[in-house]
């Protein structure tokens, strides 16, 4: 499976992912070109509009500026922190590429997990990390969402998951393969007591993360624009010899296909999950 | 078993190996192909049939390359659609709602990768397979033939027992892709597949397959006559656990662990 997206470097790894670095305006006020209006918006302004452009271009965000984005104030309780990647099969550069994750992320790892309350409703959550190799899954980040569906099942809490991956961590070869199976054995657990799980994929959710735990959810709901696919766009173009739709492979297209429940914006994400966990899980 | 990874991996890629096909004529009997997964089509690149090992009715599934090129391009090769996990999805139900064991035969260089493919959610198919086949109430034994190439391996490949045939290759990308990514040249792809480790012995040494299968005599009526043999002792024993489920489940939980 390709892992598309894949790394950037370093110094890309900026506020808002996939777009250039902040730079400051003739104010010295850092600013950010966005590259759907290609206007220079000005950094406190996207802040303040949850990193979302006036013509409604959704920035990359950080797992833990989601998370607070998400839940109640002070009500996210983070779990297993204290596990994290080596290098099982000493892949050449993986170890350094680990380094620089860690600093360019602030992260240990490419998902952070625990539980947390929405809307009043407790929950267990996890947000994936972009900025830590593109969210990619190795052991680390398969054995986190397993054990944190284990953890939902034990207490009987729903789970919301938001997604960003490049897909399977090569790294780690086989290992991170065999993940798929275990996350997925997971959320058939989970689901299978009745449990609720819902997703939200975000850009870009692709390759081994899109033919697992993503697309397993109850209800699946998107962040506009977003990439979401399995293979990726560069050797579909090189296999097929056609070049795609700028379409292809966005929130859009999959909710056309039919494969995802909803496509809903940032600023009304913590509404529609607090409505959802309620009608499933409240009184 | 002697060479490079990329050796094996070339082994592995060989049109002349037998392909699925070859192995359900020759291991099986009283072979009935089913098609079609009710929802879209019939996927050529994965066949599925009910047949009697030993006597006893089973559901086999198997990847097809095909051997000349005209069989390779029917069978498209060996890259299944969505459609067709989704046949083998409703084909491992069967079995399951008629309590037969299922053998899958794995040999792929991967799921097919193109527009038809995404549009009917190739990322979804794979998924859906993990999900349902980690709590299947019947044995699953998977054998690596061949390509075991990432996610559209595994879609049938969570199973009780995955064996490897000596020179079959395992991984989570192919090597060229690996080394296209990371150092921008597919040309390095022997150090890719060097340091994957994707050989029989390197997943058995992880932990992700149980046995791996000689290849000595491949081909011969001795071998697939072994292969039999290995796979009715073993179903025999998986039918007597009573706690076949957990040991699935556990089979797959501890890969990949700290403690490992």
Sequence with gaps: ?283 | MSGTPYDRVKLARDNKRPTGQDYIKNIFKNIIELHGDRRYSDDKAIIGVIARLDGTPVTVIAIEKGHTYKERVERNFGAPHPEGYRKALRLMKQAEKFGRPIICFVDTSGACCGIGAEERGQGQAIAENLMEMSTLCVPVISILIGEGGSGGALALAVADRVWMLQNAVYSVISPEGCASILWKDSAKADVAAESLKLTAEDAKSLGVIDRILSESDIGSKEYYDRIRTLLTDEITELSKDPDLLQARYDRFRKIGMRSN
């Design chain 1, 1 to 283: 499976m390709a892992l598309l997206n894949f790394l950037k470097p370093k110094n890309k790894l900026e506020e808002g992912g996939r777009t250039e670095a902040p730079v400051q305006n003739d104010a010295g006020e850092p600013e950010k070109n966005c590259p759907n209006c290609h206007k220079d918006i000005p950094l406190s302004r996207l802040w303040a509009n949850q990193l979302v452009c006036p013509c409604g271009y959704h920035f990359r965000m950080k797992a833990r500026q989601r998370i607070s984005m998400i839940t109640d104030k002070n009500s996210f309780c983070e779990l297993f922190a204290n596990i994290r990647s080596d290098n099982p099969l000493n892949f050449p550069g993986y170890k350094d590429k680990l380094e620089m994750s860690k600093t360019a992320s602030g992260e240990e790892e490419a998902v952070v997990c625990g539980t947390a309350l929405i809307g009043r409703q407790k929950c267990c959550i996890f947000a994936m990390e972009s900025y830590f190799m593109m969210g990619s899954m190795g052991s680390a980040v398969g054995e986190k969402i397993t054990s944190l569906f284990e953890y939902a099942m034990n207490h009987r809490l729903p789970v919301v998951g938001f997604t960003v991956s490049g897909g399977a961590r090569m790294q780690e070869g086989l290992l991170s393969l065999m993940q798929m199976a275990k996350t997925s054995a997971a959320v058939k657990r989970h689901s299978d007591v009745g449990l609720l799980y819902i997703a939200v994929l975000t850009d870009p959710t692709t390759g081994g993360v899109t033919a697992s735990f993503a697309m397993e959810a109850d209800i699946i709901l998107a962040e506009p624009g977003a990439t979401v696919g399995f293979a990726g766009k560069r050797v579909i173009e090189q296999t097929t010899k056609q070049s795609l739709p700028k379409v292809f492979q966005s929130s859009e297209f999959v909710l056309e296909h039919g494969f995802i429940d909803k496509i809903v914006q940032r600023k009304d994400q913590r509404k529609t999950l607090a409505e959802l966990i309620k009608m499933h899980h409240g009184e």
